[in-house]
């Protein structure tokens, strides 16, 4: 099976752009999460998304927004873009169907710079 | 609110050796599961062990072990036979009915010749 993608793995975008990034998952999974990695901070979870509804949610602002839709893939807006921003995107996706915990596989990522 | 912690920032070890990396949590779930994750250079995070809080039998996977005590909530990582690919930033993580992984700080483990 082919494994989590992300598209795209580089970006740089400047300060009040918006930007999409996008995830597909491993086939046959309906979970995916989204993670933001950086240096200051670490890895902090940004929201899940299962079946096309947003299950779970962290603590980031409303610029943060994503979406899945109906083949699982799933995309990551970040309007107004910050320096703060810049920071690598992880997604995972897994079969996590919330009745039990399934392993998350992780995607290469994509590394934003907000000049 | 639910955190792990882990207080090693860097930590060093020669190849075969063996090395333990510290990693303490705190939640309110009775049902839950810590993990290890391994992001090498390349950025790709890998799974390394998972335990399930309900067991009390300590993960094992090949050169990889745990220590898992739940009442002190810590969850450490054994490397055994230390190999020049095990260089990697180290994550524990924690995970509830909530839906979410929470990680730790990271550990970054050198492996030298």
């Known amino acids: 099976k082919a494994g989590v993608t992300q598209t795209p793995r580089y970006l740089i975008k400047t300060r009040g752009q918006q930007v999409t990034l996008s995830c597909s998952p491993i086939?046959?999974?309906?979970?995916v999460s989204w993670y933001q990695q950086t240096p200051g901070q670490g890895l902090q979870f940004l929201f899940e998304?299962?079946?096309?509804?947003?299950?779970n949610k962290g603590n980031f602002p409303g610029r943060f927004s994503g979406r899945q839709f109906s083949n699982s893939r799933s995309e990551m807006n970040v309007s107004t873009l910050e320096l703060g921003d810049s920071a690598l995107y992880l997604c995972a996706s897994s079969l996590n169907t919330g009745i039990s915990y399934n392993e998350q596989f992780f995607g290469p990522g994509t590394r934003l710079t907000v000049l | 609110a639910q955190t792990v912690t882990q207080s090693q920032p860097e930590m060093s070890v020669q190849e075969a050796e063996t090395v333990t990396l510290s990693c303490t949590y705190d939640t309110s779930e009775n049902n839950y599961y810590l993990f290890w994750y391994k992001q090498p250079p390349s950025r790709q995070m890998i799974l390394v062990i998972r335990?399930?809080?309900?067991?009390?039998q300590n993960a094992t996977e090949n050169r990889f072990s745990v220590n898992f005590q739940k009442a002190a909530k810590s969850f450490s990582l054994k490397i055994s036979d230390s190999q020049l690919g095990d260089t990697a930033m180290y994550f524990c993580a924690c995970y509830n009915q909530g839906g979410k992984l929470i990680f730790g700080q990271g550990t970054e483990l050198s492996v030298k010749p």
């Open positions: 086939s046959g999974h309906r979970s």
């Open positions: 335990q399930e809080a309900y067991k009390q």
């Open positions: 998304y299962f079946s096309e509804t947003q299950r």
